[in-house]
């Protein structure tokens, strides 16, 4: 194999979790987000319904987790997306 051939070879091989050591294609991404729901109260029960999230609202930095075993890798979407792209 030539050299640029291996290089386009390591190139779409999808990246490995650095804590692990799975090859992964996508993260799990986890934020707190302000949501706003009606709040009902019924003869014996509760209820919650329409809910929506109120999109910038969001408390602490974001994690971006390995979909295998878990570990925060990231906290920054620029940080994740560079990792993904194989930089």
């Not at 799990?28 to 014996?44: C, G, K, N």
């Not at 930095?61 to 194989?86: M, N, Q, V, W």
Request: charged share 30%.
């Amino acid at each position: 194999m030539t050299d640029e051939a291996e290089r386009v070879a390591n190139a779409l091989k999808p990246p490995k979790c650095p804590k692990c050591g799975a090859e992964i294609d996508h993260l799990h991404y986890y934020a707190y987000e302000l949501q706003r729901a009606d709040f009902w109260v019924f003869d014996s029960n509760t209820e919650y319904d329409n809910w929506e999230s109120l999109a910038g609202d969001t408390k602490g930095e974001p994690d971006y987790d390995c979909p295998i075993c878990g570990e925060t890798l990231f906290h920054s979407e620029d940080e994740a997306e560079k990792f993904l792209r194989g930089g």
